[in-house]
């Protein structure tokens, strides 16, 4: 029997039978990223139900020198839960919500819950969390937290690590750091909890979180507003920066190609508005207070938008269903896209005031690559994140479309690093982005990662061949 076979029988005695997958029918799921681009060959995956379980198989295998993959909904964007060689270990069974407390507004989770679980917890307790996404059904706190997710409400409440205080986390050598204190002061030392976040797995597998709580909005007000430029939506969120202040939750852009094509494929989603217009935008107003004031604070902002010449049509929602449907234009863009053709994604970051000039260059520069390509944009522009989606010219094939991704990639990230941006916004790096690292972070930042690695995971086990 090799090594690896000897450690992997050692992990069915310690888990069971019932708690490993081998079935080829069974690994198809853990293998395939949801959008298709890659495909793991991973023979084995174990599934732990607690921390001291999930110690206990990464001691295993890194005494046999058996690389990880930790996994959790399997949703991410980026190929950074795809095993090759390495044994896949799934959080889908660390889903126990273990406290709620109201008083100190925490909630301490497993990392195998699915977010939604975790907002209707909340709600349930009479509190908010806030981190949301289009696949919150699915997807699970911990790879939102290993990948430092973003979302809809970061204009207010921040990305993923800005929710969390603290985490429990199994490392490399397969022990177990437990760093679950709900304090929001602890000057103590380095503040270990944030070399996880957003390392994507490279550096140990987040076991559970204490989260945090904010209190539930009492009002809502939501409008989707439609303007005639990209330069109007900027001077529409510096009004409403300056006019609503921080109960600004959400401003999210779309252009009118994004718009049209999920009126066009998505059941139910219909244009709000008479007329075809430019850009659009759909900002929400939260608050805890109870009252109507938010109402009144966004017709009076409106009003004066209208007055200045920046808007030129407005749609409230004036019902929960209303606001739900709303959503639903914004949230199903990803997926009407695809009935389109091939899509290449972009998931970039600008300062907010350098955004329309971003989009300028990006449409005339893709243009001239690609006659014919259309861009489907769309994003949290509020805090400089655009989803830069170009769907394939209507008389070009997907594969002859698809095989210009770096003909058209590395030139918009060119412009992305010109202007002081990021080319990878909140979706990651995994395997996709490799290279884009290296290419346009500074040596040092990157020789300061590569140190971390070698300290924390000296043998290269933990999700080996992603982010760097």
Known sequence: MSNKDTALQKIRDLLGDASVVEEAS????????????FTGHATFVARPKDAAECGAVVKICADAGIGVVPLGGNTGLVGGGVAEDEIIISTERLNSIFEIDPVNSTMTVGAGCILADIQKAADEADRLFPLSLAAEGSCRIGGNLSTNAGGTNVLRYGNARDLVLGLEVVLPSGEVWNG???????????????????????????????????????QTQTVLIALDSVDNVIKLFARASGAVGDALTAFEYMNRESLAVTCKHTEGVRDPFDAEHAAYVLMELTSPRAGNDLRSAMEGFLEAAFEGGEVEDAVFAESGQQMHDLWHIRETIPEAQGHEGGSIKNDISVPVSLM??????????????????????????GDGNLHYNLTQPADMSKADFMDKWHDVTDPLNDLVFELGGSFSAEHGVGKLKRDELVRYT?????????KVKAAIDPTGIMNPGKVL
């Open 26 to 37: 069974h690994l198809h799921a853990y293998n395939t990223e949801w959008r298709g681009h």
């Open 180 to 218: 679950l204190r709900g304090l929001r002061k602890d000057n103590t030392g380095f503040e270990l909890k944030h070399l996880f976040m957003g390392a994507e797995g490279t550096l140990g597998i987040i076991t559970a979180a204490v989260l945090k709580l904010f209190p539930k909005p009492r």
């Open 356 to 381: 329309a000039t971003y989009l300028e260059k990006a449409d005339a520069l893709i243009e001239g690559i690609v006659p014919g390509i259309r861009p489907m944009t769309f994003g949290h522009i």
């Open 442 to 450: 500074p040596a040092v930042e990157i020789d300061l990662m590569r």
